[in-house]
Every structure is written in C-alpha cells, then in structure tokens.
C-alpha cells in the first residue's frame, strides 16, 4: 500500500466531509437521547463505507471507458455551476 496516496486520499476526503449535509444528519442523530451513540457511528460508518464503495466501483468503471482528465473537467465544471448558483440562491 502507498501510504502518500492514503494519507491524500484520507485528508481529501476527510475536509471534503467535515461540515457537510452528512455529517450534520449525524449531528442531529447523535443528539437525541434514546438514540445509541455506538449505534449511530456504526450505521454513519456504515453508509459512508458503502457510498464510497460505490464511488469506487462506478470510477473504476468510468476510468475503462473515459479519460480521467476529462472526468476531471466535468467536475471541476459542476463544482462551480453549483457555487454560482449557491451564490445566486443566497
């Protein structure tokens, strides 16, 4: 294993997910008293181990039939269509 990728990788993805819609819903999960912490990290974990998985899968199948860098480009082109339009909506 390249422990350089998995550190890009871990960090990338970590700030990516700090404060977003996912770990918010956590948040919220978390603070209700009847819910078990241990169970909520565990179901959280769970769904993020699996929508990463599929990212995986369907990148590795991507990757077969389309250029990376092109890949890139469409979502670098989505990630600013969708802060124009954050910005617009605010």
Not at 19 to 37: C, I, P, R, V
């Amino acid at each position: 294993m390249d422990l350089k990728i998995f550190i890009t990788i871990f960090i990338t993805v970590l700030l990516a997910e700090l404060g977003d819609k996912t770990q918010l819903a956590t948040l919220l999960f978390a603070t209700d008293k009847e819910n078990s912490k241990f169970m909520v990290f565990l179901a959280a974990a769970a769904a993020l181990v699996t929508a990463s998985a599929i990212a995986v899968i369907l990148g590795n199948i991507l990757g077969k039939y389309t250029n990376p860098k092109y890949l890139s480009w469409i979502a670098s082109a989505g990630f600013i269509l969708i802060g124009i339009w954050t910005v617009v909506k605010a």
